[in-house]
């Protein structure tokens, strides 16, 4: 079974709105951190916010907000006030474990294109 | 956070020839991965290299197609032998951070063409 799924392959956004990247995951370990990556067609990968099992509170990072529900296993991304430089390849990421000892396993990420 | 180089940046390569790409990190870290990308799909990790062992390899990823080394804390070669068109993809080292939430950061990645 995936362990990391996000339903959309691509996303669009009109300029200055907001977008959510969705993203379950699956785990029995009550240990674990999700991550967000952003790939531009560059190719190199950007950390942009993590979000524990544990937290409480929901992460944010300026503009990135995780809207982290652990019920239901999701952890969306949200990017408010969308740029054109937000044009990208997004991947949710979790890592299992005490500590987070095991490997980063990554989603199918999530093409998102800003548009004027 | 950490600094990541890598080279080469991009190659474009013969059938059955090997190309050796390095990887450099501003800082002393225990534990360096390398990933494959392959067009349109998303990271997978081939490999873990850690200072002075042997290196993990995932399943489907064997020592004698991607050899690598790590002869210090801040540095590791992968080399992928015997290419084929197949190889064709981003190689990405990564390290992850010496702290928590020990965040993974990458290098720009190497893109390779096997023609």
């Known amino acids: 079974a995936q362990k990391i799924t996000q339903t959309q392959p691509g996303m669009f956004v009109q300029e200055k709105e907001a977008v959510t990247l969705d993203c379950t995951y699956d785990t029995s370990d009550p240990s674990y951190g999700l991550f967000w990556y952003k790939q531009p067609s560059s190719g190199e990968m950007i950390f942009l916010i993590y979000?524990?099992?544990?937290?409480?509170q929901n992460a944010t990072e300026g503009r990135y907000s995780l809207n982290f529900q652990k019920a239901r296993k999701s952890a969306n991304l949200v990017i408010s006030a969308s740029q054109l430089g937000d044009s990208a390849m997004y991947f949710c990421a979790m890592r299992e474990g005490v500590n987070y000892g095991q490997n980063f396993v990554f989603g199918p990420g999530t093409r998102l294109s800003v548009l004027p | 956070s950490a600094v990541i180089s890598q080279k080469p940046s991009r190659d474009i390569c013969q059938r059955g020839t090997s190309l050796t790409i390095q990887c450099q990190v501003d800082?002393?870290?225990?534990?360096m991965f390398w990933y494959r990308q392959q067009p349109g799909q998303s990271l997978t990790l081939i490999a873990t290299a850690n200072q002075g062992s042997e290196a993990t390899y995932e399943s489907g990823f064997v020592i004698d197609k991607f050899p690598i080394s790590r002869p210090n804390l801040t540095f590791s070669t992968l080399t992928v032998s015997n290419m084929s068109p197949e190889d064709s993809s981003i190689y990405l080292c990564?390290?992850?951070?010496?702290?928590?939430?020990?965040?993974?950061?990458f290098g720009p990645g190497t893109r390779l063409t096997v023609t």
């Open positions: 990564s390290v992850r951070a010496n702290r928590a939430p020990y965040e993974q950061y």
């Open positions: 979000q524990g099992s544990y937290d409480q």
């Open positions: 800082s002393q870290v225990t534990m």
